[in-house]
């Protein structure tokens, strides 16, 4: 059981008022930690399974007072709670199954083929460089000797992901990866995707079909209505939003199979700053209103640009999970009125919560992704744990650096000793506050923010604004799990995954 949290640390782990007349019946509690969610408590344990129980079964479950056989007791029992009737081969086939991402090597690979930009975004973590200075735009060497050390990876699924900067600005790079990659895994045959994130400020019609033709899939940045976007999202070249929307519909047409050539449905992104307060219906009804599937409601890192505004534009982590609940109300509101729409944090939460499965998101996971989930390749072939950890390289701080791909092999990259140093560091049984949560078998911890926020790897959870964020987004989301209209809602999400 988790123990008490001390009075001043109320918020972060459940105190139990009746802790000192409750004797724990050996027999019935299994490893398990909690945590008051609304009225009930909430019990977790290294599976992923949980249990929402009132004050009283809580109590009765604890002093072995449940009536054996009963339905509560039933629940528990199957669910790895009940410690002298375990299924152990069950529940370690479960416990492989939920930290499968651990037996593979990193899937994502993101490319940087220019700091160059077109856009001075306020919130900018990638610390741009002006579209004067071509000397940070990847060389074909390097792009060649990149795709080379990313296919040195034994990984059965590689993703290739574009990012700068604006990737566009730098074309001839992104047409030799594309086809170098594709040309190589004529041999290696693995399941190569190819991606690019981009403000389509330079697209035209042969980028667009070079893409189509490709099947890249293609991801952009949409803060809102146009007013809210073009306040957070500087485009040198006047308004970006209505190109924005106009390349979003194209793709989506095209994912439609316009002429036979079917391409992936487009994705957008949301930056939330302090600007974006208060817009929630507006953003929303944006995203609706262009026929996204969802969106995903990301707070500021403290890097580049942001941490330089963050005066500006930024906020806590209370003021961002008022504006997150507002939100979620919302989107929750309109599921309910007939229109399938997801958040994609909360989405992700909800697979490991109900599906007891990893989505896929390297940024929650423990150890966390970095370079064991994600590779990052700056301009100048530097290899980095993520691209986080390539963007405060731009601040001047390259702790995160692990190689380059014209000195080092992939293998060298795994056995850097910063690899090493932050899956220790984000290994949540390491840490004395995460080992004791009862999130602690859905969140995951980041050492690129901690060494950015608190000068450590470690960080320090009570006063660490990450650990309070993921804390109060997973109690909205067991909280509304409580209620069977919300959670009717979060199993359809999980479904059409």
């Known amino acids: 059981m988790a123990k008490s949290a001390p009075a001043e640390d109320s918020g972060r782990l459940t105190r139990y008022a009746d802790a000192g007349s409750v004797s724990l019946a050996d027999n019935l509690v299994s490893a398990a930690a909690y945590r008051k969610v609304g009225e009930r408590y909430l019990v977790t344990n290294d599976i992923g399974h949980f249990a929402q129980l009132e004050p009283a079964d809580f109590k009765a479950y604890l002093s072995g007072s449940l009536q054996k056989g009963g339905e509560l007791w039933k629940e528990l029992q199957g669910k790895g709670f009940v410690r002298d009737h375990l299924d152990f081969d069950g529940l370690a086939e479960e416990y492989r199954n939920k930290n499968n991402f651990l037996f593979t090597a990193a899937p994502l690979h993101i490319i940087v083929t220019t700091l160059r930009c077109n856009y001075r975004c306020l919130y900018c973590h990638s610390s741009v460089v002006g579209l004067d200075q071509v000397d940070k735009d990847m060389t074909l060497e390097t792009a060649k000797k990149t795709v080379d050390f990313i296919f040195q990876s034994p990984a059965p699924t590689l993703i290739l992901e574009f990012q700068g900067g604006e990737p ?49 899939g293609i991801c952009t940045s949409l803060d ?4 809210l976007h073009d306040k957070n999202r500087l485009f040198l070249g006047g308004s970006g939003h209505a190109e924005t929307a106009r390349w979003l519909k194209r793709f989506q047409e095209q994912a439609k199979g316009v002429d036979g050539k079917k391409h992936f449905n487009p994705g957008a992104l949301l930056t939330t700053t302090r600007y974006t307060f208060g817009r929630s219906k507006d953003i929303v009804d944006e995203y609706v209103g262009l026929g996204l599937p969802g969106i995903f409601l990301r707070q500021l890192s403290p890097i580049g640009f942001a941490k330089r505004s963050w005066g500006k534009i930024g ?16 989107i929750l509101e309109i599921n309910r009125r007939g229109t399938p729409f997801f958040e994609r944090a909360a989405l992700t939460a909800l697979t490991k919560i109900l599906r007891r499965r990893d989505p896929g998101y390297v940024d929650l996971r423990s150890p966390s992704g970095a370079a064991l989930g994600v590779m990052a390749y700056d301009y100048n072939g530097d290899v980095y744990t993520g691209d986080e950890a390539r963007m405060l390289a731009q601040e001047g701080d390259r702790f995160f650096r692990v190689g380059h ?3 080092n092999a992939y293998n060298d990259a795994l056995d850097n000793p910063v690899t090493k140093a932050a899956a220790m560091a984000t290994l949540l ?11 602690r078998p859905y969140c995951g911890l980041d050492s690129v923010y901690n060494r950015a926020a608190q000068s450590s790897l470690w960080g320090h959870m009570p006063t660490n604004e990450r650990c309070k964020l ?24 999980t479904r059409e995954q």
């Open 168 to 216: 566009l600005l730098n074309w001839p790079v992104i047409k030799f990866i594309t086809r170098y990659a594709r040309l190589k895994n004529q041999a290696a045959k693995r399941n190569l995707f190819v991606t690019m994130v981009s403000n389509f400020s330079l697209l035209d019609e042969e980028k667009y079909a070079f893409l189509v033709d490709e099947k890249i």
């Open 224 to 227: 809102g209505p146009a007013d």
């Open 315 to 330: 906020y806590t982590s209370q003021e961002f999970l008022a504006f997150y609940r507002e939100t979620l109300d919302y």
């Open 405 to 407: 791909v014209a000195k």
């Open 429 to 439: 049984e390491n840490q004395p506050l995460c080992s004791q949560c009862a999130y």
């Open 470 to 493: 993921y804390m109060g987004l997973f109690d909205i989301v067991f909280e509304k799990l409580q209620n069977p209209r919300d959670r009717e809602v979060f199993e359809s999400w």
